[in-house]
Structures are given as structure tokens and as C-alpha cells.
């Protein structure tokens, strides 16, 4: 028998088709580097509240080892369905309408994977977080991306959602606040889309993972809306809020139809999330309002004090409603993204992360993670300002 010397290329073509994040690799360049300030990362630069890692190291001593079901242990999913209701105003059955997932990112694909059928389209706003297109490619569906802008403070109107819509669209993604530019979405947009929503029959995943750190008035979610329980997929988790990213843990809430499909994909793939994350998530659910709030304060105080140093350094910056980034234009200093946050890790060893990253709407932006300690901030500040200074930005800008 003859043997082909060269194999085909193994990898599927829609996986090929996929680009590496762009995030990791400018954090291989990062982590290549020594003393490097980084405003990089999106991950809280608090320990998980000490209760929290005591209730699953009491968990491990009692011996509960083992899987649970699918769906999630049913303590959890109760004290979720009753979280959801009293802080988001939306009420779903634990026995059948809520699903606990290996963090948010898990729970983001299987809510596509369970309503695309080949060549589905998907809308979302962009600049958004790095996983939403690759996973819509990868269950087969086609990603439409709606741009936002800095001049509206990237916000998503219902005009250009209904402008996206084909006979093929299924599905819109929605993430308030935003990663990477903290926006949020006015009671008065959500209720505009929501009509676009109902009139042409769509889905709506909403990633309300940064829902708690909100800076001003009250995050209310569109599930709330009338008519949109029902056509929603409610995606939240506690990496954020309760700074438990490594404990990867998170949720869906939708109807029961929905909830059944994604749990068919779940517990094929995952089984279920670690029994020793789901009792900690417990345990943040029922006592972690305290240290979160106290978190929150932490990162107002940082927003704050460094939207105020972009502003001086003439860089405009929309002053984020929420999450914990900052995304400033750079376009006044003539260069990329790219060149932008490669020269600056170069000449001040500060880390950040270049805007196209997020998509192309992200390009003239970089987003600066103020998830970090107030005094590597007030350093990375500096630093950013003399690089700025080098480069001569306008005053006026
Ligand atoms: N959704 C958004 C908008 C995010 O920014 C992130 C992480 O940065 C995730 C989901 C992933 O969350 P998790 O750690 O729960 O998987």
C-alpha cells in the first residue's frame, strides 16, 4: 500500500479559521519580562475572601469528593435561583432552570452550541471580549459583529441591531457591562431591543458576569423585561465579583427547553462543575456581599483616580459605568494599538493591552485592567504619562 509521506492537515478548517486571542499573545511577550507594571489582565488582584476558601476546605474535610449532578448540587442551584430573583428581579425554577457551569466561558458555549444550527447567525457588539466570535465559529454559526463607538459611549442601539438582522440571524449576544470598555445599557435601549428581540423572534444570551460592579445607579438586566424570560439565556458566575477566577465556576439560567439542551452538551463534556467550587459558590452566594461590596469600592477608587490621569494626559476616556477596565483613545499619539502597548512594555514596562484585540472596532483604543493594587497603578500612571509626554500628544485633545 502506498502511504502518503505528508499527513493532511488533521485540524478541522473551522478551527483553523480561528485566530489565537491576541490577548495571550502579547501576555507571552509580558511574561518573557521582568518588573513589568501590568494593567493587562482582566482578573481581580484580591484572594477570594478567606470565608469562601473555607467553606471548601470544611467541604474537603467533610469528604465530599464526588461528582454532583449535571445540573449543579441542588443547595447551589437554590441559593442562585433565589440570588437571581432578589438582585436581578427574575425568577427561575433550581429544579429545572438553572445549570451550573465550569465558570461563565463555559456556560457562553454551550448556550450557542444549543441554539445554532449550521450557518445560524449570531449578532453581538463589539468591541467585546475575546471569546464570543471564536465561539460562535466553532457551533458552526456565522458572528456578526455590530460596531459601537467612543462618541456614544459604546453603546448598542436598537436601530443597528435591527439594521444586522437577516432571515439566518438567531441569536444576540449581549454583555453590560462591557469588557473592554465598562459601558453599560440604559433601561431605555434595553427595552428598544427587546422589541427588535420579540418582533423577529431572536435569542439573547446576556454575559452579565461584571453585573455587581456597577458604578452608577442599579445593573437591571433585559431578562426582565416582559416578554423576555422566556427568549433569554441569563450567563452568570463569580470570577469577577467575588475574585474566584480560578475557581471556575459560573451559571445559565434560561427556560426549562433551554436549560435541557445546553445540560445534554454539559454533561456529555464536562459532567459537572467541581463539587469543591460549587460549595465555595455557596458559600459566596450566601455570605459574600460584605467583601464584595468593599471590592467594589477598591475599584471605584481606581477608575477613578485613573480616568483622571488619562484626562491629564489629554487622552480621552469615557469614565466606565462598570467591570474594572479603562479604555482610553490613543489615536491622538499617531500610533496603532499594537505599537502603542508593544513600545510602551518596551521603553516603561507597563503591560496593556492593544484595543484590536476586541475586534477591529477596538484599533486606536487600549484597555487598562485597573484590577490591580492602587500602588502599581499610581506607578503605571506615571510611567504611561512620561511615555505620553515623549510623544507629544496635543494639549487639546
Ligand atoms: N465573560 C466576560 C465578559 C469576561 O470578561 C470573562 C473573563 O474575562 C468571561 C466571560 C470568562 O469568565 P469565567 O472566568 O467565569 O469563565
Not at 158 to 180: G, Y
Not at 316 to 321: I, L, M, Q
Request: glycine share 8%; charged share 20%; with cysteine.
Amino acid at each position: 500500500m502506498k502511504t502518503n509521506p505528508v499527513p493532511r492537515n488533521p485540524v478541522a478548517e473551522h478551527v483553523q479559521r480561528i485566530p489565537r486571542s491576541g490577548i495571550r499573545d502579547f501576555f507571552e511577550i509580558v511574561q518573557s519580562m521582568t518588573d513589568v507594571v501590568s494593567l493587562g489582565i482582566g482578573e481581580p488582584d484580591f484572594v477570594t475572601p478567606w470565608h469562601i476558601r473555607e467553606a471548601a476546605i470544611y467541604s474537603l474535610e467533610q469528604g465530599r469528593t464526588g461528582y454532583t449532578s449535571n445540573l449543579g448540587a441542588p443547595k447551589l442551584r437554590k441559593a442562585i435561583a433565589r440570588y437571581v430573583a432578589t438582585h436581578f428581579g427574575v425568577s427561575y425554577d433550581p429544579a429545572n432552570e438553572v445549570i451550573v457551569t465550569v465558570g461563565v466561558s463555559e456556560a457562553i458555549d454551550i448556550a450557542i452550541r444549543a441554539i445554532l444550527n449550521p450557518g445560524d447567525e449570531v449578532l453581538y457588539h463589539e468591541p467585546c471580549y475575546v471569546s464570543y466570535n471564536p465561539s460562535i465559529v466553532l457551533a458552526h454559526g456565522k458572528p456578526v459583529r455590530i460596531s459601537t463607538s467612543a462618541e456614544n459611549g459604546f453603546a448598542l442601539k436598537a436601530a443597528d441591531v435591527r439594521r444586522a438582522i437577516t432571515p439566518r440571524t438567531r441569536a444576540l449576544m449581549l454583555n453590560f457591562p462591557t469588557n473592554p470598555t465598562g459601558a453599560v445599557l440604559p433601561r431605555s435601549d434595553q427595552e428598544e431591543i427587546a422589541e427588535v428581540c420579540i418582533e423577529h423572534d431572536l435569542v439573547v444570551l446576556t454575559d452579565e458576569i461584571y453585573s455587581e460592579l456597577t458604578y452608577e445607579g442599579q445593573h437591571e438586566t433585559i431578562a426582565s423585561l416582559p416578554g423576555m424570560r422566556e427568549r433569554t439565556i441569563f450567563l452568570h458566575g463569580f470570577s469577577k465579583a467575588f475574585a474566584m477566577t480560578g475557581w471556575r465556576i459560573g451559571y445559565a439560567c434560561a427556560p426549562a427547553g433551554l436549560t435541557e439542551a445546553m445540560m445534554r452538551i454539559h454533561q456529555y463534556s464536562m459532567l459537572c462543575a467541581s463539587i469543591m467550587s460549587q460549595e465555595a459558590a455557596l458559600e459566596a452566594l450566601e455570605h459574600g456581599r460584605e467583601p464584595m461590596l468593599a471590592m467594589r469600592e477598591q475599584y471605584l477608587r481606581r477608575r477613578n483616580f485613573l480616568t483622571h490621569q488619562f484626562h491629564e494626559m489629554g487622552l480621552s476616556c469615557a469614565v466606565p459605568k462598570g467591570a474594572f477596565y479603562l479604555f482610553p483613545s490613543i489615536a491622538p499619539t499617531g500610533l496603532t494599538s499594537r505599537e502603542f502597548a508593544l513600545r510602551l512594555l518596551e521603553e516603561e514596562k507597563v503591560a496593556v493591552v492593544p484595543g484590536d484585540a476586541f475586534g477591529p472596532g477596538g484599533e486606536g483604543f487600549v484597555r487598562c485592567s485597573y484590577a490591580t493594587g492602587m500602588d502599581q497603578i499610581e506607578t503605571a500612571a506615571a510611567r504611561i504619562r512620561a511615555f505620553v509626554g515623549r510623544l507629544r500628544v496635543p494639549a487639546t485633545v
